[in-house]
């Protein structure tokens, strides 16, 4: 390694470690770091981490305050947002009786139901079933009517980004709630925090923010916002009290860092000053990338809960034979390094979303694209006919937990291929490709509110079939590469048992 190449490596805490940093044009996803830490977000965990201080005064004192700066009548800090869902459903559920906080998730004689609109489970409503709840899901407000005159309705939540779409309104199921005295919460985690909270204002009992993304606060914090008999009863479930979430710890430093990134969030971020660069990061990036023959870029203003804009790449596939994934690719395998969203595309389009961009970067970013747009990817290598994979293959996945076996029924018509993959507890169908002796089989199996994926691809050799299957979970729109792998790869291998 050169001289300046092993100084850089030594400085940087990722080099060292042998992973490449990256410029984030992917928004604040949690698989690509969220966002930056404010540097006045991290002064005050620094000087925090030269003190002690007793948790349960810190949390009430971080409480009092974030509730006069969001307007809500109490609040507690989480180590995310995904521990706000499991702590809000916890005190739904368990309310701060010791007894049953001891006993969850073993939920039996008490409210375990939870209700929520049809169309608004999200991947992440496992952290409202590893409380012991069921979830259920209503279409129309006479049916959510009928639901909640059964007394196990714990609580009712509402995923945000959906409002808008709801079969019901916010304002309906929050009047024909509090009959019931059933709290409604909202997941925002994905939005800005405003005050006042436009959520709390329409009657719901608790809302959840990330502190680590838009806000950009330590990334492993959460605000549970809301009414103070809820956010008491979630309190009384969290870390440091013995329960369910215990494990779920959130520290000193954390609960100041995320205190002080909304207290700048309301008064000295200049957020006019911040749409401001990012139009021009666009502007920047498109004027780059519409120099070249055949590539189009066009800016979509923010809509709805979405507050950045975004730019749209196209381009003229007969200029540029490239797949948007394969770009994306090129971007990550090159220097500088750039992250690109994996869901938001096309088979020739990509979008950079600018909010973690930092200052000098979209020049890079622009100069990127045009450098992958024209590497040209060596010639197809022609096909020598599919192999005849139609029949009943019994397969073995190598699991980290021991061995797994699946069942995959395929039928070929020449090129055409479909057919079913049944795993242990599931059955659906499967989308299929051949090429030459190499299958590639997709499945997708709807489990509560996700899609489970596993995609085979391997080799044929007679009655065998064997190679890795890639492993992961994700719900539309999110069904990109980087979801559908994040369980990782294994080893498989098949016997063809019938034709």
Same mark, same amino acid.
Request: aromatic share 6%.
């Given at each position: 390694?050169?001289?300046?190449?092993?100084?850089?490596?030594?400085?940087?805490?990722?080099?060292?470690?042998?992973?490449?940093?990256?410029?984030?044009?992917?928004?604040?996803?949690?698989?690509?770091?969220?966002?930056?830490?404010?540097?006045?977000?991290?002064?005050?965990?620094?000087?925090?981490?030269?003190? #002690?201080?007793?948790? !349960?005064?810190?949390?009430?004192?971080?409480?009092?305050?974030?509730?006069?700066?969001?307007?809500?009548?109490?609040?507690?800090?989480?180590?995310?947002?995904?521990?706000?869902?499991?702590?809000?459903?916890?005190?739904?559920?368990?309310?701060? +009786? $010791?007894?049953?906080?001891?006993?969850?998730? @073993?939920?039996?004689?008490?409210?375990?139901?939870?209700?929520?609109?049809?169309?608004?489970?999200?991947?992440?409503?496992?952290?409202?079933?590893?409380?012991?709840?069921?979830?259920?899901? #209503?279409?129309?407000?006479?049916?959510?009517?009928?639901?909640?005159?059964?007394?196990?309705?714990?609580?009712?939540?509402?995923?945000?980004?959906?409002?808008?779409?709801? $079969?019901?309104?916010?304002?309906?199921?929050?009047?024909?709630? %509090?009959? %019931?005295?059933?709290?409604?919460?909202?997941?925002?985690?994905?939005?800005?925090?405003?005050?006042?909270?436009?959520?709390?204002?329409?009657?719901?009992?608790?809302?959840?923010?990330?502190?680590?993304? #838009?806000?950009?606060?330590?990334?492993?914090?959460?605000?549970?916002?809301?009414?103070?008999?809820?956010?008491?009863?979630?309190?009384?479930?969290?870390? $440091?009290?013995?329960?369910?979430?215990?494990?779920?710890?959130?520290?000193?430093?954390?609960?100041?860092?995320?205190?002080?990134?909304?207290? *700048?969030? #309301?008064?000295?971020?200049?957020?006019?000053?911040?749409?401001?660069?990012?139009?021009?990061?666009?502007?920047?990036?498109?004027?780059?990338?519409?120099?070249?023959?055949?590539?189009?870029?066009?800016?979509?203003?923010?809509?709805?809960?979405?507050?950045?804009?975004?730019?749209?790449?196209?381009? +003229?596939?007969?200029?540029?034979?490239?797949?948007?994934?394969?770009?994306?690719?090129?971007?990550?395998?090159?220097?500088?390094?750039?992250?690109?969203? +994996?869901?938001?595309?096309?088979?020739?389009?990509?979008?950079?979303? $600018?909010?973690?961009?930092?200052? @000098?970067?979209?020049?890079?970013?622009?100069?990127?694209?045009?450098?992958?747009?024209?590497? %040209?990817?060596?010639?197809?290598?022609?096909?020598?006919?599919?192999?005849?994979?139609?029949?009943?293959?019994?397969?073995?996945?190598?699991?980290?937990?021991?061995?797994?076996?699946?069942?995959?029924?395929?039928?070929?018509?020449? +090129?055409?291929?479909?057919?079913?993959?049944?795993?242990? !507890?599931?059955?659906?169908?499967?989308?299929?490709?051949?090429?030459?002796? %190499?299958?590639?089989?997709?499945?997708?199996?709807?489990?509560?509110?996700?899609?489970?994926? *596993?995609?085979?691809?391997?080799?044929?050799?007679?009655?065998?079939?064997?190679?890795?299957?890639?492993?992961?979970?994700?719900?539309?729109?999110?069904?990109?590469?980087?979801?559908?792998?994040? *369980?990782?790869?294994?080893?498989?291998?098949?016997?063809?048992?019938?034709?």
């Amino acid at each position: 390694m050169p001289d300046d190449a092993a100084s850089r490596a030594n400085d940087n805490p990722y080099l060292r470690l042998g992973v490449r940093p990256f410029i984030n044009c992917a928004s604040v996803r949690t698989i690509h770091g969220g966002s930056l830490i404010r540097p006045e977000v991290r002064a005050a965990m620094t000087r925090a981490a030269t003190q #002690f201080a007793n948790i !349960y005064e810190l949390m009430e004192a971080a409480g009092r305050r974030i509730a006069e700066l969001t307007g809500a009548e109490s609040a507690i800090v989480t180590p995310g947002s995904a521990a706000a869902v499991c702590l809000g459903t916890a005190g739904a559920v368990a309310g701060n +009786d $010791p007894e049953r906080i001891a006993r969850l998730p @073993n939920t039996e004689g008490m409210r375990n139901k939870v209700l929520m609109p049809k169309g608004h489970r999200f991947t992440y409503d496992h952290a409202i079933r590893m409380v012991g709840t069921t979830i259920h899901e #209503f279409a129309s407000a006479d049916e959510f009517a009928r639901m909640l005159d059964d007394p196990a309705v714990a609580m009712i939540c509402i995923y945000g980004l959906m409002d808008a779409r709801s $079969p019901v309104a916010l304002e309906t199921i929050v009047e024909l709630a %509090r009959t %019931r005295k059933v709290p409604v919460m909202v997941d925002a985690a994905s939005e800005h925090i405003e005050r006042p909270c436009p959520w709390l204002e329409r009657g719901a009992d608790m809302v959840i923010y990330s502190g680590g993304k #838009f806000l950009q606060g330590p990334q492993v914090s959460g605000l549970l916002l809301g009414n103070a008999r809820s956010i008491r009863a979630a309190w009384a479930n969290a870390s $440091p009290h013995q329960g369910i979430g215990r494990p779920m710890k959130i520290s000193k430093e954390d609960i100041i860092g995320v205190v002080t990134a909304l207290e *700048y969030w #309301f008064s000295e971020r200049d957020h006019p000053a911040e749409r401001a660069a990012w139009q021009s990061d666009l502007e920047t990036i498109a004027g780059k990338v519409t120099a070249v023959s055949g590539v189009t870029a066009k800016i979509r203003p923010p809509a709805g809960a979405v507050k950045v804009p975004v730019l749209a790449v196209s381009w +003229d596939a007969t200029k540029h034979p490239v797949g948007a994934l394969e770009l994306r690719q090129r971007l990550l395998d090159n220097e500088p390094r750039v992250m690109l969203d +994996d869901c938001d595309v096309t088979a020739n389009s990509i979008t950079i979303d $600018p909010f973690n961009m930092q200052r @000098n970067e979209a020049e890079l970013v622009g100069d990127a694209i045009v450098r992958a747009l024209a590497i %040209r990817s060596p010639a197809a290598t022609a096909s020598t006919g599919s192999a005849r994979v139609a029949g009943t293959w019994e397969v073995t996945l190598d699991l980290a937990g021991g061995p797994a076996t699946h069942t995959i029924v395929l039928e070929q018509d020449g +090129d055409r291929i479909g057919g079913r993959h049944r795993s242990r !507890y599931l059955d659906d169908e499967v989308t299929a490709t051949a090429t030459g002796d %190499r299958l590639m089989v997709q499945a997708l199996h709807r489990y509560e509110g996700c899609l489970l994926g *596993y995609g085979f691809e391997g080799t044929v050799a007679g009655d065998t079939y064997s190679g890795e299957v890639t492993l992961g979970t994700g719900r539309e729109p999110h069904l990109g590469p980087v979801n559908l792998a994040q *369980y990782g790869r294994a080893a498989f291998h098949a016997r063809r048992t019938a034709t």
